[in-house]
């Protein structure tokens, strides 16, 4: 319950930090790194905001 909150905000802190890092790779690589940082980002982001939805659902549920 308050653990899916946890990990779901986790994880939407997380994909807030790689999305900024995004900007930071100027190399040969860059298109690349850019592509898979923007990917974990998106992807830890709709996980977060999937498990927080869960966790306030449960915890909602038990107060009932």
């Not at 909150?5 to 939407?12: E, T």
């Not at 992807?43 to 498990?51: A, E, F, R, T």
């Amino acid at each position: 319950m308050i653990k899916n909150l946890k990990v779901g905000l986790g994880l939407i802190i997380l994909g807030e930090v790689l999305g900024y890092f995004n900007g930071y790779f100027l190399s040969d690589f860059s298109d690349f790194t850019t592509g898979l940082l923007l990917g974990l980002s998106v992807g830890m982001k709709l996980v977060g905001i999937i498990l927080s939805l869960v966790g306030i659902i449960q915890v909602s549920n038990d107060n009932k």
